[in-house]
């Protein structure tokens, strides 16, 4: 079992570029999850999916913000313009569907996220 | 809403000291808890976990029991080791929803 692969772990770009990060959840879980962590504001839920469908994206800051999930092994997460506020470790995790291990959630390693 | 609170750290412990990081939560449902760890420029791993009152979640030497009359869930561990060193998050919820967490507690460990 490869885990939760997050790619890239570390990105550096300048105010207003795009910025995409991917993540592929574990084969076979079916809910994935979205989270940003700085240290003003601890870890925070910014988007999660059931089965590709996007459930609550309620923590999405902004209309900046969007994420996608074509396919039950593929998510994104883009922000467009970056802004230097953006600047934090973003992380996806998967889990289990219903019945199995009651909402055990796997964690990538996490981006690294540095808006300039 | 629903919500988890944890104590602020961080804490200092000497190595072999007794831990104990208060985590309370609030819930409309009846959820899971769970205490996962983040050890530095790695993702949470889940540390333990219990689905129902009284029942209590163990691993590595740590130990939290559900107390539903109290919504607590508190971590304990008899005897820590520098290896602990991390950040701790307690977190609540339901099947199908998304996890709760607390803004998690450092605890750093000397020798």
């Known amino acids: 079992d490869a885990g939760v692969i997050q790619s890239p772990r570390h990105e550096v770009t300048e105010m207003g570029q795009e910025v995409t990060l991917r993540c592929k959840p574990i084969?076979?879980?079916?809910?994935l999850f979205w989270y940003r962590q700085t240290m003003m504001r601890g870890l925070e839920l910014l988007i999660y999916?059931?089965?590709?469908?996007?459930?609550?994206d309620s923590g999405m800051p902004e209309d900046r913000f969007s994420a996608k999930m074509p396919n039950a092994s593929f998510s994104t997460l883009k922000i467009q313009p970056s802004e230097p506020r953006d600047s934090a470790v973003y992380f996806c995790?998967?889990?289990?569907?219903?019945?199995?291990?009651?909402?055990?959630?796997?964690f990538g390693p996490g981006t690294r996220l540095t808006v300039l | 809403g629903d919500s988890v609170t944890q104590m602020e750290g961080p804490v200092t412990l000497s190595e072999e000291a007794c831990l104990t990081i208060n985590c309370t939560y609030t819930a409309t449902g009846y959820p899971s808890l769970f205490w996962y760890v983040q050890y530095p420029g790695e993702g949470l791993q889940l540390l333990l976990k219990?689905?129902?009152?009284?029942d209590k979640g163990s691993n590595k030497g740590f130990e939290a029991t559900y107390r539903k009359e109290t919504t607590s869930f508190h971590l304990e561990k008899g005897s820590v080791q520098v290896s602990d060193s991390a950040v701790y998050f307690c977190?609540?919820?339901?099947?199908?929803?998304?996890?709760?967490f607390g803004k998690g507690t450092t605890l750093s460990v000397s020798s």
């Open positions: 084969s076979g879980h079916n809910s």
């Open positions: 999916f059931n089965n590709n469908v996007p459930i609550d």
């Open positions: 995790a998967s889990s289990r569907p219903e019945g199995g291990s009651y909402n055990e959630q796997f």
């Open positions: 977190a609540a919820g339901e099947a199908g929803t998304a996890l709760i």
């Open positions: 219990a689905t129902k009152a009284d």
